[in-house]
């Protein structure tokens, strides 16, 4: 039996499927509408696992050193929204710096490790706001609000003064080249872009930007 065998198979099911989808009437169908309702844990041990249990796993994901190597930030849903945490590398229990309604999308140490940068979009929308907050959480900016734009971070300038990013005029597919001055403020255009185009990293000295770029759907 050769791997295309079973397409056909597929394709006749779906021609044969045209008369009873139609007699089924307009979907989705109230049974297959998602309940609310209450929902009781079972007890560990039982001889069928429950499978809240699996759910309700809380994870630590994106670990990263601070730049002289003694802090380590992570983002962690312990607290049931994806929030910053930051740890001695040495050892210690962690500390939570991110107190938002919104889930941390990500998070990036600045070079000097005085701050670090950090986005959140609301209710999951994908477009993000820009943060940064100190690594001890007692001091926190806005650098970009929230916005109907998706924007994409790509990453501090060597000497730490600024950062870039990508991101889509409101209303248009395409991602534009902005560079944020951290002191002024200035926003400014660096480059028109079409379709895909991202930053992937700037050069040492801070003097040119490396792109990359996606080319279709896929």
Known sequence: MTPMRPIPFLLLL???AGPLSAATGSTPRPEDIPKVEPVTLGLAGEPKPDILRYLYIQTAVNPSLSPDGRRLAFLSDITGQRQIWVVDAAGGWPRQITFGSEGVRG??????????FYSADRGGNEREAFYLISPDGTRERELLPPSESFR????FSPDGTKIAYAATPEGSPTFDIHLLDLGSGEDRLVLKGRLGLYVASWSPKGTHLILHETRGED
Not at 152 to 155: E, I, N, V, Y
């Open 107 to 116: 998070h990036a140490w600045s070079p000097a490790g005085d701050w670090i």
């Open 152 to 155: 994409q971070f790509g990453g």
């Open 14 to 16: 779906a021609l044969s």
